[in-house]
């Protein structure tokens, strides 16, 4: 009866979540030369999701006829998560292997065909752009490195 709406069930489960989160963010290594370290963003939304949980599985609202036929997913739009899903994974196995720009114009470029976009021209160009801009702007100006793949830059 404790468990009985479905925000108490998710407010626990991310409760355990944000647990784990923060167990596993208090084991990134500090450095002692850092003004900002490494661990600060992690702990922070750590905090901010455990804090948000709480007050999920505290919340007395009850849930509506309306609500609980939000919830429900129809088959078609199942499929299309799933697909997308499904995308994603393919782009995170072949990130290191291709490389970032090729993958990321990729990802863009399919995603957005699958969901419907038809303008497939505009639909490259902002694929390629995009995975070219950030490419540059992560390597060069903030000199985090993404994988370059078989680019030779």
């Not at 404790?2 to 596993?24: E, T």
């Amino acid at each position: 009866m404790i468990l009985r709406p479905i925000n108490r069930k998710l407010g626990l489960a991310l409760v355990f979540f944000a647990g784990v989160y923060l167990f596993l963010s208090y084991q990134i290594p500090s450095y002692t030369y850092a003004l900002v370290d490494a661990d600060v963003v992690p702990k922070g939304l750590g905090f901010l999701l455990l804090i948000l949980s709480i007050l999920l599985f505290v919340q007395k609202k009850e849930e509506t006829e309306q609500e609980k036929e939000k919830r429900t997913i129809p088959k078609k739009e199942l499929y299309v998560l799933l697909g997308v899903a499904g995308f994603i994974l393919i782009y995170i196995f072949l990130l290191e292997i291709v490389g970032f720009v090729i993958m990321t114009a990729t990802f863009v470029f399919t995603c957005s065909s699958f969901l419907g976009y038809k303008k497939y021209k505009v639909s490259a160009l902002v694929a390629i752009l995009f995975s070219l801009l950030l490419y540059f702007l992560f390597n060069y100006l903030l000199l985090i490195h993404l994988p370059p793949g078989v680019l030779p830059f």
